[in-house]
């Protein structure tokens, strides 16, 4: 997989210049320079009109169980490997990891060749999508994030209490600001998908993104309602919690004794048969291609249909190599219906 090792192929080949040719013994590699190779994997996220790795890092730990200079190493890690695509949202970390991803976007100078997805409705200080609170809630995360526009806003509709055409009548004056250049949105039911689409016939912005928690083991909010209505609209769908809280990525196994963190409780919610069982098959699908739990099922994702980009969050800057090597594999049918019927 040509997309990985590739920033530690370009560190080599500074050293070599520093000592200089003389210096280098016959016998070592031949550096690679230029870009990383995943530069050129590049995928349309719908109808925004981004062309994203397939991939999308998102910062959830930022600011919580990641700190600044562990998320810096994170993004600079996803960069160095192609990636182009960053997720946050204004409640993660109670803005925490806006402030972070908004300092290492300005430090990198890398505002304009990264797309950046932020979830906005969740914010305490700016509940909700009620148009005074959305335009707010818009307002402070640029503030954070250190920019005039996100590319994708998404419309947090979580909460269940939406009033869908204010929040796209406020999305449209957001839009024709240039404060956001396409909508998304997380927490939408199918008939409300539906009914968003109406509106757009009357002028209002479409949402042609969609955020849905969804990945082998959770497969059930994605459900055939959502999924038709989805594909039938052409929205490009980015999943959030691709790994389950980190538990496909193998590393937790039996249950721990005692208090429980939150991700540790989300984690061992699944060490159960059905749990075992799909790690397993991850593990074999993983032996026989040569790459990591987490790259199985970043995989699998992608086979999905309308699957455009996962949403991953990493705890370190390693993490990031496992995961972007999804990118590089293609599962057979017999390997997608072992993972399949394993997890059920």
């Known amino acids: 997989m040509a997309v990985f090792g590739v920033g530690s192929a370009v560190s080599s080949a500074s050293a070599h210049a520093e000592t200089g040719p003389a210096d280098v013994h016959p016998s070592s590699p031949i550096p690679v320079q230029g870009p990383p190779v995943g530069d050129s994997i590049r995928v349309p996220l719908g109808e925004t009109g981004c062309q994203i790795f397939p991939l999308i890092l998102g910062g959830a730990e930022f600011g919580w169980n990641v700190d600044l200079e562990s998320s810096h190493e994170i993004m600079d890690a996803y960069v160095e490997r192609g990636g182009n695509a960053l997720h946050t949202a204004d409640s993660f970390a109670g803005g925490r990891s806006e402030h972070i991803i908004g300092q290492w976007l300005h430090s990198r100078g890398l505002r304009d060749d990264i797309t950046l997805t932020v979830r906005i409705g ?16 818009v307002e402070a995360s640029l503030t954070r994030l250190r920019t005039d526009r996100v590319d994708v806003l998404y419309l ?25 250049r396409a909508i998304g949105a997380a927490g939408l039911t199918a008939t409300q998908l539906v009914e968003a689409r ?4 009357a002028g209002y912005p479409r ?106 969050n990493a705890y370190a800057a390693n993490h990031v190599e496992e995961l972007v090597q999804g990118v590089g594999v ?15």
Do not use: C, Y
């Open 156 to 180: 947090d509709a979580t909460n269940g209490r939406t009033e869908l055409e204010d929040a796209l009548a406020t999305a449209e004056w957001l839009v024709d600001s240039g404060k956001a």
């Open 198 to 201: 109406i509106f757009a016939s």
């Open 330 to 344: 293609q599962l057979n049918r017999v390997q997608l219906a072992d993972i399949a019927r394993a997890s059920e």
């Open 207 to 312: 949402i042609t993104v969609l955020d849905v928690p969804f990945n082998v083991l959770r497969r059930h909010e994605f459900d055939a309602d959502l999924r038709l209505v989805a594909g039938a609209q052409g929205m490009a769908v980015t999943p959030s919690h691709p790994l389950e809280h980190g538990f496909l990525a193998g590393r937790h196994r039996t249950k721990l004794r005692g208090g429980l963190s939150v991700r540790g409780a989300q984690i061992a919610a699944n060490i159960n048969r059905r749990g075992s069982r799909t790690l397993r098959a991850l593990d074999a699908v993983g032996t026989e291609l040569g790459v990591p739990d987490a790259a199985v099922a970043v995989a699998w994702l992608l086979a999905q249909k309308l699957i455009v980009a996962p949403i991953v």
């Open 122 to 137: 969740g914010h305490p200080d700016n509940p909700g999508l009620g148009p005074v609170n959305l335009v707010r809630a």
